[in-house]
């Protein structure tokens, strides 16, 4: 069972624009929602978070709305530049016993930026 | 900032021999390392959750006795994948953080596994 559903699966957008992902949820548990960046190789690297009690964070050019109604999440990227090419993953996670949080990750979005 | 080393970071091995892949926390200490395997254009699939001292917790499906996981101190987890086949090729990820009510997962550079 997918519990954080990702889209687009692929976005490509020209320099300048604006980059738009989108995630929904199912388990109303979840209290934590990152975004990770990841490139051809690497492991993911966090690129911004949210908690349900605020609808925006901000942070450069990437910003996170947060709609806890509708229980979904979207990643916009402004300015997008070709350095920004790469796989975006959405997640979601639950604070638990002992403190550590498991995290489910969406189906990831490549991006890429075209000059 | 907190960083996480694994290695190696590129191995290739015949089938049927085990590999062992390592994943660090350089500068703090880890209560808790997780394990993530990924196939090709696809997202991270948790394997286990490791604590210090204690036994691996695997998620539903993988095997324990394929994927030894040992996190023996609080900067140290291995991963060994044990009689590999061609079909355990993958990339294979770590993450810690460091308990209380830490939230940030910082990731490893992982790990390519080959198994020929």
């Known amino acids: 069972q997918q519990q954080v559903k990702q889209s687009p699966q692929s976005l490509i957008v020209q320099k300048g624009g604006i980059s738009i992902i989108n995630c929904a949820y199912e388990?109303?548990?979840?209290?934590?929602f990152p975004w990770y960046q990841q490139f051809p190789g690497k492991g993911p690297a966090l690129l911004i978070a949210?908690?349900?009690?605020?609808s925006e964070k901000k942070e450069g050019r990437f910003t996170i709305s947060f709609n806890k109604s509708a229980k979904q999440f979207s990643l916009h990227i402004m300015d997008s530049q070709p350095g920004d090419s790469a796989t975006y993953f959405c997640?979601?996670?639950?604070?638990?016993?002992?403190?550590?949080?498991?995290?489910?990750f969406g189906t990831g979005t490549k991006l890429q930026v075209i000059p | 900032g907190a960083v996480v080393s694994q290695h190696p970071s590129w191995v290739i091995c015949k089938s049927g021999t085990s590999v062992k892949i390592e994943c660090r926390s350089l500068d703090f200490q880890a209560t808790t390392m997780f394990w993530y395997r990924q196939f090709p254009k696809q997202s991270l699939m948790l394997m286990a959750t490791s604590n210090e001292g204690s036994k691996a917790t695997y998620e539903q499906g993988v095997e324990k006795d394929k994927f030894l996981i040992n996190h023996a101190s609080l900067t140290l987890s291995t991963l060994t994948v044990t009689s590999a086949h061609p079909e355990d090729s993958s990339f294979y990820i770590c993450s810690a953080n460091s308990g209380g009510l830490q939230e940030t997962q910082y990731f490893g550079p992982g790990t390519r596994l080959l198994v020929l």
């Open positions: 388990n109303t548990a979840f209290d934590y």
């Open positions: 997640a979601a996670s639950k604070e638990r016993s002992g403190g550590y949080q498991k995290v489910t």
């Open positions: 949210i908690r349900p009690d605020v």
